[in-house]
């Protein structure tokens, strides 16, 4: 198949590129939340790619559009390049313009349509698509309290009541309560033998 060429405008390229640098500042600005939880820590890049791939996999098993509830979590944080991560402290003396955020940053790139599309959809919360990525982005949390409360943070636990209070689907509440279950360790530690980790060697083979 041929590739198809496009020729776009030197100001739309440099539109575009100010874009690929602006997504990469997610990787320097923190999750500004845990300061007052007491342990953890997190940027918004590393939380917007576990919120997708969690997006994706409950759109899946929900019947729902995989792609538009990836895309809804890729895009939920981005403003906060410009931002910052407003915590729920913050908002309760902030404003944050999110949207007028998002609309400079994708004003001239040939994106903002799409981009600005995801982020009304979120905001109004009126699609199923919206609701799962709403609860993506608490079961993030949800594990990250999960490992805090297991490294002996206690009060980790009451964010964790609350963040199992703002989910919105059944799909969800169910995932959570396997998450809470579950050794955040088990899948790379608890799946092996034991003895491997002492000879390195699977006894099957031995």
């Known amino acids: 198949m041929a590739e198809k060429k496009v020729k776009l405008p030197l100001e739309q390229l440099g539109r575009l590129a100010d874009f690929c640098n602006e997504v990469g500042m997610l990787r320097h600005t923190p999750r500004s939340g845990y300061a007052f939880l007491g342990s953890g ?3 918004v890049a590393e939380h917007s790619y ?3 791939v969690l997006g994706y996999a409950l759109a899946r098993l929900a019947g729902a559009d995989p792609a538009r509830v990836t895309f ?3 895009f939920h944080d981005l403003h906060e390049a410009r931002t910052g991560d407003f915590n729920y402290v913050n908002h309760r003396y902030n404003q944050c313009r ?3 955020a998002l609309e400079d940053a994708t ?3 040939g994106l903002a349509e799409d981009v600005l599309g995801f982020w009304d959809e979120l905001a109004e919360e ?3 698509e919206a609701a799962l990525a709403h609860d993506a982005d608490q079961l993030d949390l949800i594990c990250n309290l999960h490992v805090e409360l297991g490294k002996g943070n206690a009060f980790a636990e009451e964010w964790l009541d609350s ?3 703002r989910l919105r689907t059944p799909l969800a509440r169910e995932l959570a309560e ?3 279950r579950t050794d955040p360790n088990r899948w790379w530690y608890g799946q092996v033998e034991k003895d491997w980790w002492i000879h390195h060697q699977d006894p099957a083979q031995s």
């Open 98 to 100: 999110a949207r007028q």
């Open 72 to 74: 809804l979590c890729l």
């Open 41 to 43: 820590r997190e940027n």
């Open 163 to 165: 963040a199992l209070k």
């Open 178 to 180: 396997a998450i809470l």
């Open 50 to 52: 576990r919120v997708s």
């Open 107 to 109: 004003r001239g790139t």
């Open 126 to 128: 009126q699609s199923p």
